[in-house]
């Protein structure tokens, strides 16, 4: 029967079969190492890394996707009478992995808050940062989002962010119109119409 290891030892050896500690840092005249020695007292922007079991790097355009909706967030306007043009706007943002907020414009509060952010009452409307699109055309949406450094359309994988339900409260009912009044009569000799002169009672 084998003897069995210390339990220090042991740990360390497995400690050493499991994880290698490297160091990247910068000399004193800007050349950058990756070691795994401790660097010496002069190194500038040190970083430690294990080496051991090396998993996935994470993926860049997850960066790059969290860093473009912190700067630039995405919201998105539509209504719930709002059909072909605001599902292609919501079809590009998920086609493209862009996450996004969506406010439906349905009531006096919404519509003034539309009114704010695109000077008019048009749906759809894209907001990415500062930027405005209103209406739906695939180039300036894509555009506006190359600007503000999202992830190319392809990289991300496609979201399925459906359209909301409409709001508590919302009705498809037209608003209710005062009565029309009676018709005049046309001519003079529609009913109803006065009496022309020299006709006969």
């Known amino acids: 029967m084998r003897p069995a290891l210390p339990l220090g030892l042991a740990l360390l050896l497995l400690g050493t079969a499991q994880a290698q500690q490297l160091y ?3 000399d004193d005249k800007g050349r950058t190492h990756i070691t795994d020695t401790p660097p010496p007292a002069s190194a500038k922007d040190v970083q430690t890394k294990s080496a051991s079991t090396p998993g996935p790097e994470p993926a860049p355009q997850n ?3 969290a860093q473009a909706m912190k700067d630039f967030p995405v919201v998105l306007y539509t209504g719930p009478a709002c059909k072909d043009a605001c599902v292609r706007a919501r079809g590009a943002l998920n086609k493209r992995g862009v996450p996004f907020r969506e406010v439906q414009v349905w009531d006096e509060a919404s519509a003034e808050e539309l009114k704010r952010v695109s ?3 048009r749906l759809p409307v894209l907001v990415v940062g500062r930027s405005v699109e209103v209406g739906f055309e695939q180039g300036a949406y894509d555009a506006l989002l190359d600007a503000a450094r999202y992830p190319k359309a392809g990289v991300l994988p496609a979201r399925s962010q459906a359209a909301p339900p409409p709001p508590e409260g919302y009705t498809t ?3 209710v119109t ?3 009044e009676e018709p005049k009569p046309a001519g003079p000799y529609a009913p109803g119409a006065p009496r022309q ?3 006969k009672k």
């Open 197 to 199: 002169r020299g006709t």
């Open 119 to 121: 000077s008019g009452d």
């Open 63 to 65: 960066f790059e996707l």
């Open 178 to 180: 005062p009565e029309a």
């Open 173 to 175: 009912a037209q608003p």
């Open 24 to 26: 990247r840092w910068t």
